[in-house]
């Protein structure tokens, strides 16, 4: 943890876990430490980058002020998987924000992220460490088979818990969702005592520039073309059966990523488990791991079941419909 703090505070790269995501985390507060980032994910300057603080008044410094619905979120869901966007001060580096006039900050509950933001001294800006697109890794092997050669460290902290990246709130014009996560509209608004808003681009192409991480490009995809299949339960499965027969026949190595509850509709087709549609959550750890061991067994045609994009649902579609590019077929 020292030699991890150490390589922060000279401006160099760290990947550590987080309860969501393992993060690729630099020094926030410098803007040619935050430029590697950039260069060893490959990823587009335009996109923002989320800065980690280690308690409540870690924040201070990066923001021109706190408002309200900020601080009651801040106080429900800190730490935790929620990032909130807030109007940022003149510490902050436009690299870590896009050249946008706001700045979105996280404070993890992970012990070791907490522990790496205070030995270090600084807010840490930090993506998920993996290459730009492929699924963000939730574990520290996935980032040595991403990073190796990237990064001078990676820290191990076991497997992630919430297996999905933070939920992104925004509340410069009452309480909007720019990303889903772990932390769910339902949640929000119970502890806002308000409506609380989910922007269009959660399920659909961003149109406009981006506010917050993971809206505008494909991501989380394995090389193999993902398909999403939709509809009621046992026709979902139905379809994908089916598609997973045609595209057998033309010589592709399929597979069906699935729920538990239906995989007996498959037969002897290969399967590989998502969790449980009855609790979303196990869905959720297992998706990114998924879609990598997709590419370890060298499928090359996946086809995915869907499930309700509602509470935990909506992250987990949010991701699947970008690691498919919006392929969807109806069941």
């Not at 966007?85 to 902050?92: D, E, N, Q």
């Not at 069906?256 to 959550?281: C, H, M, N, S, V």
Request: glycine share 10%.
């Amino acid at each position: 943890m020292l030699a991890a703090a150490e390589l922060i505070r000279r401006g160099e790269l760290v990947a550590f876990p987080t309860e969501t995501v393992y993060g690729l985390g630099a020094n926030a507060l410098c803007g040619q430490a935050v430029q590697k980032i950039f260069a060893a994910k490959g990823r587009p300057g335009d996109n923002p980058l989320i800065a980690h603080v280690c308690d409540m008044r870690g924040v201070e410094p990066l923001v021109a002020r706190i408002p309200p619905l900020a601080r009651r979120a801040m106080e429900a869901f800190w730490p935790g998987p929620l990032t909130i966007v807030f109007p940022k001060s003149g510490a902050v580096p436009d690299a870590v924000t896009a050249g946008l006039d706001t700045v979105a900050v996280r404070f993890p509950s992970h012990p070791v992220a907490q522990a790496l933001i205070e030995r270090a001294g600084c807010p840490i800006a930090a993506p998920s460490a993996n290459r730009s697109g492929r699924p963000s890794p939730t574990n520290a092997q996935d980032v040595y088979a991403d990073m190796q050669g990237r990064v001078p460290l990676i820290l191990d902290g076991g497997a992630c818990g919430v297996g999905v990246e933070s939920t992104v709130l925004d509340v410069s014009d009452g309480p909007l969702i720019l990303r889903p996560g772990g932390v769910t509209q339902g949640m929000l608004e119970q502890a806002l005592g308000m409506p609380v808003r989910v922007h269009q681009a959660a399920l659909k192409p961003l149109e406009g520039e981006a506010r917050s991480p993971g809206m505008k490009y494909k991501h989380y995809a394995p090389k193999a073309q993902v398909v999403l299949v939709e509809g009621a339960p046992e026709a979902m499965a139905r379809r994908a059966a089916q598609l997973y027969d045609e595209a057998l026949a033309k010589g592709n190595r399929p597979c069906i990523l699935g729920t538990e509850e239906l995989k007996d509709i498959y037969g002897e087709r290969a399967f590989y488990p998502l969790g449980k549609r009855a609790q979303p959550e196990s869905i959720a750890h297992n998706l990114f791991a998924a879609l990598r061991e997709m590419d370890r067994r060298g499928y090359d045609a996946v086809f995915c079941e869907t499930v309700e994009a509602q509470g935990v649902g909506l992250a987990i579609m949010n991701r699947l419909v970008r690691a498919a590019g919006y392929k969807i077929v109806k069941g």
